[in-house]
DNA sequence: AGCGGTCTGTGCGCTCTCGCACTTTCAAAA
DNA sequence: TTTTGAAAGTGCGAGAGCGCACAGACCGCT
């Protein structure tokens, strides 16, 4: 119930954690905290979003659904990030849907607190566009990757995202539903997986995948991953001191 | 020389000619009209920018190049977009190349010009966030498509969003081009290439390709170009009556 | 006319991924 | 303990796309 924990919460959150504090102040008393469960959409692919949502230990995919029922990760977001930028970008709603990949918390913020205060021209819209612009970053290097790379090293990649936002080095995530994510077959991934166990990069029974090996997953993918990192640190880093965590501490 | 033939060249872009006039007077002083040539790179991967261009007659990519020399279009605009969001989104730079595809004109504005109006809060601003979604957009759906379809549906949408931006039914471009372009083999494109002209949709002859059958070519690709253009109208339609010209009207 | 460079056509073996069908393994519920 | 359903393993044929090598076609230039 209090405000206090409840900006403790806040402050989980990378992007919120980086606003001075008339800011966030002024959002203080709007935040509420949100538990998001696995499978739970946050909004669907047209639909029109009435809250802009920060994760601090919850992780959300951003899936696109074909027509003919294909799906396909276009991005991720974590405590890094957030969910719903088609409110402040000025669109409503997107073509994607957003889908929680991990259960977990997330502080939301009503979309006229959001755009109020967005409007003011502070550090905060200054944050959210660059979070906008790193998260095109990312968009990006999937539409290359999917492209040019093979499904072991895109498993590789985004193993590395995932496991950057979580606190442990389990990953609660069965074979199909990565495959969902990755957009190929499910038997691939079984592969792939195996493959990367095999070289004692992870392990995996029945939905558990334990990262063993970080610095070796991080030499066998591509270069994708590091390359949104380290877009990620040049546009939000000198805001966000210390946002490298894991990857920096291995 | 004369400001007025620089004003009616920067009507021919549709997010400026969407401008109101207070608007558009405040910025037409710093109009230059620049002659974009074929293979003319805008912005490098990592290079700052410091000025805005807003096509008109030109049409530009966006081009990822790999570490091992690959290459893939994550986006095009030509004269209904702009080219250099970094600017005002924060960034400075980005992680692809702008090149120009098809020599034309654009209409350029420095940093300093775009990032004042920017932050005035009007309507420009809104036109440039709402645009920067429905590139994003076009970005998630180059992912998916990368993903999902195959050359032949590939080269369609490809062809289709090139073409909207061209007064005429000819494109400049060889089909070594268009395999970096699509991220594919060139022999890929000979042989999607020879797939289309043998039904009709097109026909080409060293470096010419000429659409012949529009809708068919919507009919013989994938969902994603309808997608991307549908959006662009929810988007940004509202400010620009009629931008949908060619689209339409066949 | 002839030359040279660019663009396009073609063949071949190979790899990756797919689609489908089926089996095995495991964990939690009954 | 038994049952049951989800998760993961396996096999196989088909197809798309790749890498490479080379041949032909066309254009501009001298």
């Not at 739970?40 to 029109?48: L, M, T």
């Not at 995202?161 to 979580?166: F, K, V």
């Not at 997953?217 to 880093?237: F, P």
Request: hydrophobic share 40%; aromatic share 6%; net charge positive.
């Amino acid at each position: 119930m209090s405000s206090i924990s409840t900006s403790n919460e806040a402050m989980k959150n990378h992007l919120l954690a980086a606003l001075p504090g008339a800011e966030f102040g002024r959002l203080e008393s709007n935040f509420e905290v949100a538990k998001l469960t696995l499978g739970q959409v946050i909004y669907e692919a047209g639909e029109k979003l009435n809250s802009v949502y920060f994760p601090t230990t919850a992780i959300v995919s951003l899936l696109y659904i074909m027509q003919n029922g294909g799906t396909a990760e276009i991005g991720i977001a974590g405590n890094n990030g957030l969910i719903g930028l088609a409110i402040f970008m000025g669109g409503d709603t997107m073509t994607h849907r957003a889908v929680v990949q991990s259960s977990g918390i997330a502080v939301r913020l009503k979309a006229r607190a959001v755009q109020d205060e967005f409007e003011r021209g502070g550090l905060f819209q200054k944050l959210l566009l660059r979070y906008t612009q790193s998260l095109m970053t990312q968009i990006s290097q999937t539409a290359v990757c999917n492209r040019l790379h093979s499904i072991d090293q895109q498993l590789c990649r985004w193993l590395l995202i995932n496991h950057d936002q979580l606190q442990s080095d389990k990953l609660i995530m069965t074979q199909d539903l990565i495959a969902n994510m990755l957009g190929v077959r499910r038997e691939g991934v079984t592969l792939a997986a195996r493959r990367l166990q095999e070289r004692g990069l992870i392990s995996y029974v029945r939905g558990t995948i334990t990262v063993l090996d970080r610095k070796g997953l991080e030499a066998s993918g591509c270069e994708c991953y590091q390359v949104v990192m380290d877009e990620y640190d040049r546009l939000l880093g000198t805001y966000i001191p210390n946002n490298t965590g894991k990857r920096k501490a291995s």
